[in-house]
C-alpha cells in the first residue's frame, strides 16, 4: 500500500510529462540485440507540420488517428522489429504528448523497445529557455544512455533534414567508435551551447559507453527536399533519402532488409495513394544515379523480388499489372542512365564538428529571418 | 500522373538553368513527372546539388545536342541521339505527355513534325508566341496576347488560319483561363474583303463560327495595343512581324540606355519613372511566361525561349502540365471536329 502511494506523485509526473521513465537495461544474463534501430519522429517518421506557430499548435491537438506516416515508414519499422531487433525512438516532440504519440504507433502496429521525449515542461520551470530549442544535448545523451542500457552490435539511424540530425547522428557514431575524443565532444558541446550539468551528464555518459564502430548506417529524410549534395561531407555511412522505398533499397543491399520485405514498403507507399509505380521506378533510378545503390543490386532485387511475388508475396494485389510489366518498368528506368557513371563522391575527412554545429545555428538564424523557422 | 519531357541540352544557359527549372518545378507541381533528356552523367551532377523531389525527377541519357546555330535538319540527320530527338521520341512512344525545350527551335519544331502526328481535322501546326499588349485578358489579368503562326511554316491557306484560330483560342481559354479569347485576322484593314485570298476566305470562314470570339481583321497598330487576344496570320508574316516587335523593344531600350549616358535632364526623367519601368518590365517579363506552344500535334509542345532561365524553365513546364491537365489537344480535336461537321452539313445544304 505505502509502495503503492509513493508511486503517486511519480506517475502523476509521467502523467503531465514532469518525469520521465527511466530506460531499462536489459536483465541480466539477456542476449544483447542484434541490431538497434533508432528513430527520429516528426518528420522521420510522422509528417509533422511545425513551420509556424499555427501549424505547431495544430499538431498539439492532433489526434492519433489524425497522425499521418510517411508512406512506407511503418511497414519499414515493422519488418526492422522482426529477428529480435531493437526500435528505439528518440524525439524531440514534449513529454506531453506521450500519450498520442504512443496511440499513433500502437494504432499503425508498430512495436518498440523504447520511447524517450523530450522534458520541455521541466526546461520551462528551471528557465532554461534555449534548451528548449537545442538538440544536441538533448538528443545525444538519449542515444548514449539508450546504448548503455543495451549495446547492439550493428545500429542504423534514421532521422530528417529539418534540424541537425545528421550532425548529431554523426557524432555519436563517431563518439562510439573512438573516433572523437571527450576532449571534442567537450568543444562540441560548448558550441551547442549546452547547460554545465548537461554537458557534464553528457561527458559522464561518453565516458561509459560500450565503444564499437557500430553505426552502419544513417539515413536521412529529406522532409525539407535539401539537396542531397549537401550531406555528402558526412560520408557514404549516410544517405539522405526522398522516400521511404529509398530507404528499403539501401538496406536490402546492405543485407537488412529482404526482396519481400522491400516488396511491403512499396505496397504500403502505393496504397498511401501518394505513388504509382512510376514514381517508385523514379526513385530507383536516383538512388542508383547518386551511387547509393548499384544496377546489381537493382537487378538482384527485381529477380528476388519476382520470386517473392510467385510465392504470394503479391497475391491479392488485383489493383498491379503483372509483375513482369513491373519489373520492365524498372529496368528501363536503370536502361533510361546509359552507361553514366553513379555520381559517387564522398568525402572521408574528419568531421569538424564545432564548425558544423556553427554553421548549423547560423542555418537557423538566417531560416529564423525568412520567416521560415 | 502527367509526363513532361524536358530537352535539358536545349538553350543558351543549358544545362545549368534548365536543371535547375526542371527541379524547383518538381516540387510545385504534385501530379507531374519531368524527364530530363541529356548527357546523364552532366544532370546527374547537377541534379544533387539541387532542391527536387527524387521520386518526380528522372534521366534520359542523350549522347549528345543541337546546337543554337545549327543547321536544323542537318544537325538532326548528322545527330540522330540529339536531347531534342530522343525527347520526342519519348512522347512519340508513349512514355512522355508532352515536351519543353529551349533549344534551337527548328530543330525542336522538326523533330516533332517527323514523330507526331497531327490532330484530326487539324492541317498544320503551328508555333505561337506571346506578346506583351496594353489590354489585360482574363482571369489571370493575362497582360500577353498570342500571334500564330510565327514560323512553323510558310504559308497558309484559309483552312489553315481557321485551324490556327482554333487552336489559339483553344490555347488561350485553358492557359490565360480567357473565357472568350477575342480571335481576329492579321491584315491590312479592318474590312472583311481586304488582305490575301486565304485571308478573306478565312474571314468569311470564321464569321460563321459560334465556337470561336471572332472579332474580324486587326492592322498590325492593333497588336500592342491588345485589341485581339489571338491573333492569326501565316508563318511567314508572323514571323516577320515577331521580330519586329522584338526589334522595336530593343530599340527602345537602347534608346532609354542612350538618353541615360546623354544628357542630365533625360536621366532625371528616366530616374523619376523608374518604378514605373520596372512595373512595366515584371507585368511583360515573358521569363514568367516560361514559353510558348506549337500547337496542332497529339501532345503539347511548349517552346521556350533560347535565353531562359530556371525561372522561365519551371513556367514552361507548368505550362506544359496545364496543357495536359486541361486536356488541350483533346479540346483543340473536339472544336475542329465540331468546325468540321458544320461545314459539311453546310455543304450538303442543311
Known amino acids: ?373 | 500522373m502527367h509526363r513532361i519531357v524536358v530537352d535539358a541540352m536545349g538553350g543558351d544557359h543549358a544545362p545549368d538553368e534548365i536543371v535547375r527549372g526542371a527541379a524547383e518545378a518538381s516540387l510545385a507541381l504534385t501530379g507531374a513527372e519531368i524527364i530530363l533528356v541529356g548527357d546523364a552523367s552532366v544532370l546527374g551532377r547537377l541534379l544533387p546539388r539541387l532542391r527536387h523531389d527524387g521520386a518526380r525527377v528522372r534521366v534520359h541519357h542523350a549522347p549528345t545536342f543541337v546546337e543554337m546555330d545549327e543547321k536544323p535538319a542537318e544537325a538532326l540527320a548528322a545527330k540522330p541521339e540529339a536531347s531534342i530527338a530522343v525527347a520526342a521520341d519519348l512522347v512519340a512512344r508513349g512514355e512522355g505527355d508532352a515536351l519543353v525545350s529551349a533549344g534551337n527551335t527548328g530543330a525542336s519544331v522538326l523533330a516533332c513534325s517527323r514523330r507526331w502526328p497531327l490532330l484530326e481535322g487539324v492541317r498544320r501546326a503551328a508555333l505561337a508566341s506571346v506578346y506583351p499588349t496594353e489590354l489585360r485578358r482574363g482571369e489571370k489579368e493575362d497582360p500577353f496576347s498570342l500571334i500564330l503562326d510565327v514560323g512553323a511554316t510558310i504559308d497558309a491557306t484559309a483552312e489553315d488560319l481557321v485551324g490556327f484560330a482554333v487552336m489559339g483560342s483553344a490555347y488561350a481559354r485553358l492557359i490565360s483561363q480567357n473565357r472568350r479569347p477575342r480571335v481576329a485576322l492579321l491584315s491590312n484593314g479592318s474590312e472583311a474583303g481586304k488582305g490575301p485570298a486565304s485571308v478573306v476566305a478565312a474571314h468569311a470562314a470564321l464569321v460563321e463560327t459560334t465556337e470561336l470570339n471572332f472579332i474580324g481583321n486587326i492592322e498590325g497598330l492593333d497588336i500592342p495595343r491588345g485589341v485581339a487576344d489571338v491573333v492569326v496570320t501565316s508563318g511567314f508574316v508572323g514571323n516577320v512581324v515577331l521580330k519586329m516587335l522584338e526589334g522595336v523593344s530593343e530599340t527602345v531600350v537602347r534608346l532609354a540606355r542612350y538618353a541615360h549616358k546623354e544628357r542630365l535632364a533625360w536621366r532625371l526623367g528616366l530616374i523619376a519613372l523608374s518604378s514605373a519601368i520596372d512595373q512595366l518590365k515584371s507585368i511583360t517579363d515573358w521569363q514568367q511566361y516560361g514559353g510558348a506552344p506549337l500547337l496542332g500535334f497529339t501532345h503539347p509542345f511548349i517552346k521556350a525561349h533560347g535565353r531562359s532561365n530556371a525561372r522561365a524553365i519551371g513556367n514552361a513546364v507548368k505550362v506544359a502540365h496545364k496543357a495536359l491537365a486541361g486536356n488541350l489537344c483533346g479540346n483543340i480535336a473536339r472544336t475542329m471536329a465540331e468546325l468540321d461537321e458544320r461545314a459539311q452539313r453546310r455543304a450538303s445544304g442543311d
Open chain 1, 1 to 373: 500500500m505505502l509502495r503503492r502511494l509513493s508511486r503517486i506523485p511519480v506517475r502523476l509526473g509521467e502523467r503531465i510529462g514532469l518525469v520521465e521513465p527511466d530506460v531499462e537495461p536489459l536483465p541480466p544474463g539477456a542476449k544483447p540485440p542484434r541490431h538497434t534501430f533508432r528513430w527520429d519522429l516528426d518528420k522521420t517518421y510522422l509528417r509533422t507540420e511545425f513551420d509556424s506557430l499555427k501549424d505547431l499548435a495544430m499538431s498539439a491537438f492532433e489526434t492519433a488517428a489524425d497522425k499521418q506516416a510517411f508512406p512506407g515508414a511503418t511497414a519499414l519499422l515493422r519488418s526492422l522489429r522482426q529477428d529480435g531487433n531493437r526500435i528505439c525512438i528518440v524525439s524531440g516532440s514534449p513529454t506531453q504528448m506521450r500519450q498520442v504519440l504512443a496511440a499513433k504507433l500502437a494504432l499503425d502496429g508498430v512495436e518498440y523497445d523504447e520511447f524517450v521525449l523530450k522534458n520541455n515542461l521541466k526546461n520551462i520551470l528551471r528557465g532554461r529557455f534555449r534548451a528548449l530549442r537545442a538538440q544536441i544535448p538533448y538528443k545525444l545523451p538519449a542515444m548514449l544512455r539508450s546504448r548503455i542500457a543495451a549495446a547492439a552490435e550493428a545500429e542504423t539511424l534514421f532521422g530528417d533534414d529539418a534540424e541537425a540530425d545528421a550532425i548529431i547522428y554523426c557524432l555519436y557514431a563517431d563518439l562510439i567508435a573512438g573516433r572523437v575524443s571527450i576532449a571534442d565532444l567537450e568543444r562540441v558541446l560548448i558550441a551547442s551551447r549546452a547547460y554545465d550539468d548537461d554537458a557534464a551528464w553528457c561527458l559522464e555518459l561518453a565516458r561509459t559507453v560500450p565503444k564499437a564502430p557500430a553505426v552502419r548506417r544513417m539515413f536521412i529524410h529529406l522532409d525539407r527536399r535539401s539537396p542531397p549534395m549537401g550531406f555528402r561531407r558526412f560520408g557514404p555511412r549516410l544517405v539522405p533519402v526522398f522516400n521511404y522505398f529509398q530507404t528499403a533499397l539501401v538496406l536490402y543491399q546492405d543485407k537488412v532488409l529482404s526482396a519481400r520485405q522491400v516488396i511491403f514498403v512499396a505496397l504500403e507507399m502505393l496504397d498511401s495513394g501518394q505513388y504509382e509505380l512510376g514514381t517508385l521506378a523514379t526513385s530507383v533510378q536516383d538512388v542508383i544515379r547518386r551511387g547509393r545503390i548499384t544496377r546489381e543490386t537493382a537487378l538482384q532485387l527485381a529477380a528476388e523480388a519476382h520470386e517473392a511475388a510467385k510465392s504470394g508475396a503479391l497475391s491479392g494485389r488485383s489493383d498491379l499489372p503483372p509483375f513482369e510489366r513491373i519489373s520492365e518498368a524498372f529496368r528501363e528506368r536503370v536502361r533510361e542512365l546509359g552507361a553514366a557513371p553513379a555520381t559517387d563522391s564522398h568525402q572521408e575527412e574528419p568531421l569538424d564538428y564545432v564548425r558544423l554545429v556553427d554553421e548549423e545555428h547560423e542555418h537557423r538564424r538566417t531560416r529564423r529571418k525568412q520567416g521560415v523557422d
